[in-house]
T-cell receptor
Framework: DTEVTQTPKHLVMGMTNKKSLKCEQH?????MYWYKQKAKKPPELMFV???????INESVPSRFSPECPNSSLLNLHLHALQPEDSALYLC???????????????FGPGTRLTVL | DAKTTQPNSMESNEEEPVHLPCNHS???????IHWYRQLPSQGPEYVIH???SNVNNRMASLAIAEDRKSSTLILHRATLRDAAVYYC??????????????FGTGTLLAVQP
């Protein structure tokens, strides 16, 4: 099974709402990633978790809060978002994230988020 | 940050070879070159990667220039299912403890029947 699943597929939320995005993988991977992708642009890295610890935060605003409850699950908690946060949010995983690793990343299909 | 540049779009005919170029003049010695593609309404999908030598796999070939400042992804026989955005990516190490993918802007490949 080389699948990364993401729920929900689509999410519409108001600026005062609190919602969460969920990502799951059962490949035994120890590194998990959140990316943001605006229309017709490449994905931009937001966060990296390595062995359930946050290893990279790309200066993401605090209204985005990641969580890695266990090695298979990655959440992204959303609160007080702005309309410009509307985008496709992609989750990915890899065996690990060490520089010496040549492991590739497996991406989920993404959650399409619209902030009204 | 290291950076890649790619043409915005390219066209190919079905069953013909496609050469997708990428420039990465600021690449450092330990950066890997990765290629991913993204089909409509899907997440990116790994295609191939390399460091210095040319690489082949069942999907494609990767030709890396001797000075590593450019590379070319080669699809040997394009099919309609190969129509996608192809990203040339540098995988860079961060602080000796982790690594990240830096995506280029991508080339939209159209395949004509």
């Amino acid at each position: 099974d080389t699948e990364v699943t993401q729920t929900p597929k689509h999410l519409v939320m108001g600026m005062t709402n609190k919602k969460s995005l969920k990502c799951e993988q059962h490949m035994g991977h120890r590194a998990m990633y959140w990316y943001k992708q605006k229309a017709k642009k490449p994905p931009e890295l937001m966060f990296v978790y390595s062995y359930e610890k946050l290893s990279i935060n790309e200066s993401v605003p605090s209204r985005f809060s990641p969580e890695c409850p266990n090695s298979s699950l990655l959440n992204l908690h959303l609160h007080a978002l702005q309309p410009e946060d509307s985008a496709l949010y992609l989750c990915a995983s890899s065996q690990d994230d060490r520089p010496s690793s040549t492991d590739t990343q497996y991406f989920g299909p993404g959650t399409r988020l619209t902030v009204l | 940050d290291a950076k890649t540049t790619q043409p915005n779009s390219m066209e190919s005919n079905e069953e013909e070879p496609v050469h997708l170029p990428c420039n990465h003049s600021t690449i450092s010695g330990t950066d890997y070159i990765h290629w991913y593609r993204q089909l409509p309404s899907q997440g990116p999908e790994y295609v191939i990667h390399g460091l210095t030598s040319n690489v082949n796999n069942r999907m494609a070939s990767l030709a890396i220039a001797e000075d590593r400042k450019s590379s070319t992804l080669i699809l040997h026989r394009a099919t309609l299912r190969d129509a996608a955005v192809y990203y040339c990516i540098l995988r860079v190490g961060i602080g000796g403890a982790t690594n990240k993918l830096i995506f280029g802007t991508g080339t939209l490949l159209a395949v004509q029947p």
